[in-house]
């Protein structure tokens, strides 16, 4: 079964620092999809990498996907207390419309 | 998109007794699922609700401990039967869109067994 792997668990970085989240799959990924959760709240989606190679940003957060599809990347641009949360990475099993496999999680603080 | 309303937001519950938690999407989805997160952990897929038929479940979880139902293209509920603190966890449910790669959740439910 697939696996996936985040680093660092936690994280704390002065505000206006930037940061990298990681997170690698045993297998190779068709889908992988990052979300954030504030602490006991539903997760909101961020964005949705396919295709080797792929970058995507939104505001200050790109992710990255490997050339391999094993490995992504999540990076903030000058944090802000509003980034704080948890990140998950979510892997699809394939062919899309199909549960995800998550990650454990980096808990991400922001500190002024 | 589609936005995802969950019931209720929290509730406390004694053991023994048995919640159900409701999914509500505001456009038809083709696919619909259930996770558990339990306290400081990721997330585990209960389940697929499957529209008209009966869930798929993942292996460690039973329908008689959740049973869910489907009934539409936008709504289902889970189950949580005969409750121990064991089940005190936060249950999301989320859908996956008209196009494959969307999957959005709900805020989820989270549930606390005294």
């Known amino acids: 079964s697939q696996e996936l792997e985040q680093s660092p668990q936690s994280l704390i970085v002065q505000e206006g620092k930037n940061l990298t989240i990681n997170c690698t799959s045993s297998?190779?990924?068709?889908?992988l999809y990052w979300y954030k959760q504030k602490y006991g709240e539903g997760l909101i989606f961020l964005m949705m990498?396919?295709?080797?190679?792929e970058e995507k940003s939104h505001e200050k957060i790109t992710a990255k996907l490997d050339e391999k599809k094993q490995q992504s990347s999540l990076h903030i641009t000058a944090s802000q207390p509003s980034h704080a949360g948890i990140y998950l990475c979510?892997?699809?099993?394939?062919?899309?419309?199909?549960?995800?496999?998550f990650g454990k999680g980096t808990r991400l603080s922001v500190i002024a | 998109s589609a936005v995802i309303s969950q019931k209720p937001s929290r509730d406390i519950c004694q053991r023994g007794t048995s919640l159900t938690i409701q999914c509500q999407v505001d456009?038809?989805?083709?696919?619909m699922f259930w996770y558990r997160q339990q306290p400081g952990q990721s997330l585990t897929l209960i389940a697929t609700?499957?529209?008209?038929?009966?869930?798929?479940?993942e292996s460690g979880f039973v329908i008689d401990k959740f049973p869910i139902s489907r009934p539409n293209l936008t709504f289902s509920t889970l189950t949580v039967s005969n409750m121990s603190p064991e089940d005190s966890s936060i249950y999301l449910c989320?859908?996956?869109?008209?196009?494959?790669?969307?999957?959005?959740f709900g805020p989820g439910t989270r549930l606390t067994v005294l």
């Open positions: 609700a499957n529209q008209g038929s009966e869930a798929t479940y």
């Open positions: 456009s038809q989805v083709t696919m």
């Open positions: 297998k190779t990924l068709y889908g």
């Open positions: 989320s859908g996956s869109g008209n196009l494959a790669y969307e999957q959005f």
């Open positions: 979510g892997a699809d099993k394939g062919g899309g419309n199909t549960p995800l496999v």
């Open positions: 990498l396919q295709k080797g190679g």
